[in-house]
T-cell receptor
Framework: DGGITQSPKYLFRKEGQNVTLSCEQN?????MYWYRQDPGQGLRLIYY???????QKGDIAEGYSVSREKKESFPLTVTSAQKNPTAFYLC?????????????FGNGTRLTVT | SQQGEEDPQALSIQEGENATMNCSYK?????LQWYRQNSGRGLVHLIL?????REKHSGRLRVTLDTSKKSSSLLITASRAADTASYFC?????????????FGQGTILTVHP
């Protein structure tokens, strides 16, 4: 079955450590996105990529980095510069950058930093 | 503030009743989408309505869009306990925003059996 796989489901890190969240899709989608969700809040866009080897900052990119070396993969690194990293992170993809393309989401990674 | 704002924040109904959720936004849009999220999971796309459409149906879902009021509503008819979830509207920024969506804070729907 095609879909988006995020791993791990739960991640615990100490403050000051960088951590990388995995996102893999086998939908052959061009565009991929990272969103952050805090309790009781909507989703906020961190980074997005419309094509391999290209990505753009979203609304809250500070303290995060991404790469898009392969079409299938869009890993997100939460760096020690991110002041409040504990959150639920959602990866999504869409068939193209067409504004009418719905997003397909993974099941998220819950990151806890102590 | 966010582009999409849902109302109410929480809604509790009995199975069989209809559920109506509203979304307001501030700037012009190309389309508006509704998503559903079960607790602790990713979002699932429900329906997309374009700015030149006024109403759209999909199964038990009915979405309306009023661009003059910058608002949309999602109606779920004959609700079921399995409809319990959070529902989000998402809007693009208009123009050539290329799929960059802005999500509201969501409505938490609880359907009691």
């Amino acid at each position: 079955d095609g879909g988006i796989t995020q791993s791990p489901k739960y991640l615990f890190r100490k403050e000051g450590q960088n951590v990388t969240l995995s996102c893999e899709q086998n939908l052959n989608h061009d565009a991929m996105y990272w969103y952050r969700q805090d309790p009781g809040q909507g989703l906020r866009l961190i980074y997005y990529s419309q094509i391999v080897n290209d990505f753009q900052k979203g609304d809250i990119a500070e303290g995060y980095s991404v790469s898009r070396e392969k079409k299938e993969s869009f890993p997100l690194t939460v760096t020690s510069a991110q002041k409040n990293p504990t959150a639920f992170y959602l990866c999504a993809s869409s068939i193209s950058r067409d504004i009418r393309s719905p997003l397909h989401f993974g099941n998220g990674t819950r990151l806890t930093v102590t | 503030s966010q582009q999409g704002e849902e109302d109410p924040q929480a809604l509790s109904i009995q199975e069989g009743e209809n559920a109506t959720m509203n979304c307001s936004y501030k700037t012009s849009i190309n389309n508006l989408q509704w998503y559903r999220q079960n607790s602790g999971r990713g979002l699932v796309h429900l329906i997309l309505i374009r700015s030149n459409e006024r109403e759209k149906h999909s199964g038990r879902l009915r979405v309306t869009l009023d661009t003059s009021k910058k608002s949309s509503s999602l109606l779920i008819t004959a609700s079921r306990a399995a409809d319990t979830a959070s529902y989000f509207c998402a809007t693009d920024a208009g123009g050539t925003s290329y799929g960059k969506l802005t999500f509201g804070q969501g409505t938490i729907l609880t359907v009691h059996p």
